[in-house]
Nanobody, 119 residues
């Protein structure tokens, strides 16, 4: 049974930082691609960062240079370091993981953690 559990969200002043964590169980996070998504109220869910199986990364234009996705294989955990936070970064953040090592098909999802950036 695969389980992804996010943590690290909270309220922060604009310009501040947060680090989100996503701990995986029943799953080998080192072998598959992983991603962070976010959804603001009234908006569609958007992918903010993707970490490929080989370590390559892709970021949304809105977070390039501010967010960093990393993986700790020993802890089976993926992180999202968020710096220089803006009010528009507010939303529910979800981690997602692929269900196959051969294709980045993100079928496993966590329950989400709320990030609120205050002016």
């Amino acid at each position: 049974h695969v389980q992804l559990v996010e943590s690290g969200g909270g309220a922060v002043q604009a310009g501040g930082s947060l680090r989100l964590s996503c701990a995986a169980s029943g799953y080998d996070a080192s072998r598959n691609c992983l991603a962070w998504f976010r959804q603001a109220p009234g908006k569609e869910r958007e992918r903010v960062a993707l970490l490929g199986r080989s370590g390559g990364t892709v970021y949304a234009d809105s977070v390039k240079g501010r967010f960093t996705i990393t993986r700790d294989n020993a802890k089976n955990t993926v992180y999202l370091q968020m710096n220089s936070l803006k009010p528009e970064d507010t939303g529910m953040y979800y981690c997602a993981a692929a269900d196959s090592s051969s294709i980045c098909r993100l079928n496993y999802w966590g329950q989400g953690t709320q990030v609120t950036t205050q002016v």
